[in-house]
């Protein structure tokens, strides 16, 4: 009985020692910042290669998967995943495009993977929800990128859409594509920064 309750009592402190050492984390360390211009840097040269060979009027944005995996890695709060997607948008203004719009759609992207990783899937062995994630939010990223360049357009803004069927190609294809980078990279630099 004595051992039962000394049992309760250690496993009563440890979880109590687990939310303080929770709470005390509060924002990015260093590490979290280096690993978020690392990996955002990717994205751009990723998007930069494969954007010069494959071009419709919209190139394919894998700036998006390396934000992905960087909240998946670090597990930011609401405000630091909304920092990282506008960082994000701020780096897409160096390529050709519409200017600004992905301040928009890359700031509601990573929103909608910040919350998504929240969502508790059980998936036994496989592990599905970072490809599900990953592809839901370059969904929520590219509509919101459509939506907004519709309604500038239709308001009058001097600007010229890309026919939709040639967006929901490259948006589908994009998700996709972005759902395995993020799927294959996951595992590896998990291990390799120690992430719990």
Known sequence: ??????????????????????????????????????????????????????????????????????ILLIKPGIVEAAIIGLLSGAICQFFPGQPYINFVSEFLGAAAMCLLIRIPVNTGRVPVKTMFCTFFSTLVSGFSFIGVMYLMYYTGFDITPTPLAIFMAIIFGTAAINAVIVQVLYIPLKIALKKQ
């Open 1 to 70: 009985m004595e051992q039962k309750k000394a049992a309760e009592a250690l496993a009563a402190e440890n979880g109590r020692r687990r939310m303080v050492a929770e709470k005390e984390k509060k924002g990015l360390g260093i590490a979290d910042v280096l690993l978020i211009g690392i990996l955002l840097a990717a994205g751009a040269v990723l998007k930069f290669f494969v954007g010069s060979v494959i071009n419709f009027g919209m190139k394919p944005n894998f700036i998006i998967a390396m934000y992905c995996l960087t």
